[in-house]
């Protein structure tokens, strides 16, 4: 891809040699991951309600993952702490805040923790972060990046879709 930008190529062409390239190969040298020494934590304590690997078809245009499969991971992870507590089936009511804090890519292994942060009424409360582990793939070490922060409200619903009362503990 290297220089690709200088070569007189039409549209085609370009998605051409972008369809061949090796995804790894784009991985570095298209989206020039991070490598800032800073940005590296632990994990949380405990074990992820979700880990999941992004593939090709969950990219944008642009070749980094796709800010709708990041919310879409979150609001699965947070609505499972929310069915456990409310024991039954949940609507998601607001996304309160979502901060994409760093890119997801290709490869990349995605953990993410869901912790109840407020039981209201009907209304269930949850904070979900993120982090991606990346690095071994191409033979280096693995650093673990917090990328994303999320706060969503679920509402305890019944089977007509009405909220209902969270039961007791
Ligand atoms: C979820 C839903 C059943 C709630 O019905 P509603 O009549 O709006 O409910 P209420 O106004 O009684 O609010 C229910 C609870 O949600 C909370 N809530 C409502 N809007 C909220 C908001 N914007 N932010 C945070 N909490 C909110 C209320 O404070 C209340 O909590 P509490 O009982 O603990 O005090 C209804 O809004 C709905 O069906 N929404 C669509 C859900 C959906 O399809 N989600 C998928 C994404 S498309």
């Not at 190969?25 to 991070?34: K, R, V």
């Not at 929310?82 to 997801?104: D, E, H, L, Y």
Request: aromatic share 6%.
């Amino acid at each position: 891809m290297q220089g690709l930008e200088k070569q007189k190529l039409t549209l085609d062409e370009r998605i051409i040699v972008f369809l061949q390239y090796p995804i790894h190969e784009l991985n570095t040298t298209m989206h020039n991951i991070p490598n800032d020494p800073t940005l590296n934590v632990s994990l949380p304590e405990g074990q992820p309600i979700l880990r999941v690997v992004p593939m090709p078809s969950d990219t944008n245009y642009a070749g980094d993952i796709f800010g709708g499969w990041i919310m879409s991971q979150v609001d699965m992870a947070g609505s499972i702490p929310a069915i456990r507590r409310a024991r039954g089936r949940v609507a998601t009511v607001a996304v309160n805040s979502f901060v994409f804090k760093q890119p997801v890519f290709v490869g990349d292994i995605v953990s993410l923790y869901a912790d109840i942060i407020k039981v209201g009424h009907t209304s269930i409360t949850v904070d979900v972060s993120v982090y991606a582990q990346r690095g071994v793939r191409e033979g280096g070490n693995e650093v673990c990046i917090k990328v994303t922060e999320a706060v969503l409200t679920y509402v305890a619903i019944d089977n007509n879709r009405r909220p209902k009362v969270v039961p007791q503990e």
